[in-house]
């Protein structure tokens, strides 16, 4: 990630980027009436003179700026310093707008090494979150060739600058609650760039056990910290049948990944179970080549609650949160369980196996089933790329919420809105829960007629649940782990996301 800072000084060469904000008014008091409607206006000077001033106000006013959120014009003064000034539209001046801006101009300023942002001496600890985290998601890249020279942001290093004087001691204190937020949008960014990474990474690098060994090193030797690694022998003693079901056909076996982060204190129980499927190709019941051919990213969930945890311990948030991750490849071969199998859970449940493509939730089943009964949750909440279905309902960037408890419900819509994420509740249908009824187990993976596919799946999980069921919710981020094309603070591939949903509620319930 590159390095960003809090300063009191504004650079001189390079790129200075000014805040603009919509609305009415220009820099200057005494500007003609005719210029005060709808444009943009600088929101601060950053140190530029009156003359200097003058001619940015003219500029704003000349390319009509309308200082919406990530609106970026730059004008280049190549005799002067500094050289361009990058006029970034910050919008509302709340977090999201600041956020937007951060990805415009980390967009804006990739050939540049170095760029200063001038920032108001006002400016909310929620400003510099905000920007902090979409330079740093924008700037996000993976890439596993050789440099890319014409592609690679050059870009290294970011000064956030406030006005005044770094001699005075008493002018450093408004900055202290900058640095935290800073502090703050570092561990949600790097949490959130794991989880990219290893999304992003191709299915022949990584398997189940590759994946482990990644969280395990992640976690290094942190306090309070704690990482175990289940292999095939635990999971049958255990019980984990359809998770060792849905992985047998592959040459790397399943394992389950529990990160814990116990800080002393901390009572209550957050467990957070992700799905990881290394690779879906669908079993027996293969995809279609366009279907398949992005499902590396089938763990974007385990990958999301293990760098939530992480980010819980390099936030010390006062919460005792768990990831559970089962993994496992869907891969197709001799030794494949196949369509009519019959499956047994952890608990002793049994699903009959209608589709081999359906693996998804007959892993979370084993691994709720597990959580229900041997973690003691207070909340119980599992993420998965579980169904198309959820795209189809609620499109691309609107993860799919379902839930028994309001208030878990609306606690975690809350965090999705204000960490930059979406979610949309939707509704746990009980009339469609016989479609899931099977003749000979206890419950079917697929529903016996179509439509809900995302509803269905959610109720099939929900069966699993045991006495957590009125404190479990269930994420389907299916379309919203990836995106076709980088968009404001989301780069081309995995997005991360669900990490920055998870941190903001499990600090919104360490009182944060
Ligand atoms: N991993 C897929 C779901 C998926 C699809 C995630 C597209 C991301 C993008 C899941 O395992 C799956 O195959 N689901 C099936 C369920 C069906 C067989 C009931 C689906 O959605 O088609
Ligand atoms: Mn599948
Ligand atoms: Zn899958």
Redesign the pocket.
Known sequence: MLDLRLTRQLRTEGTLALPVAPGNGTLSQDAPPEATDDRGRLVCGGGLTEAELGEVDAFVRDIDHPGTAGTTHLLPRPTRQPSRLLLVGIGDGDEAGWRSAGAALALSARRDEACTVAMPGDAAPAAVRGISEGIWLASYRYRLGGDDPDRDPKLREVSLAFPGDDQTEADLDPMAGAAEALATAKAVAEATCFARDLTNTPSNIKNPAWFAERVVEAAGATPYLAVEVRDPAWLADQGFTALLSVGRASNHQPRLVRLAWAPPGATRHVVLVGKG?TF?T?GIVLKPRDAMKL?R??MGAAAAVAAAVLGAAALRLPVRVTALTPLAENAIGADAYRPGDVVRHVGGLTSEVL?T????RLVLADALSYASRSLEPDVLVDLG?????Q?VALGRRTAALFSEDDTLASGLADAATAAGEFVWRMPLVDEYAEELRSDIADIAN?ASSSGG?AVTAALYLREFTGSARSRWAHLDM??PAWSEAASAELTKGATGWGVRTLLRWLSGLAGR
């Open positions: 499927i879906d669908g499902m990213k089938d589709d493509d359906a693996e998804g790329t579980l169904t198309g279905a795209h697929i596919g299916s379309a």
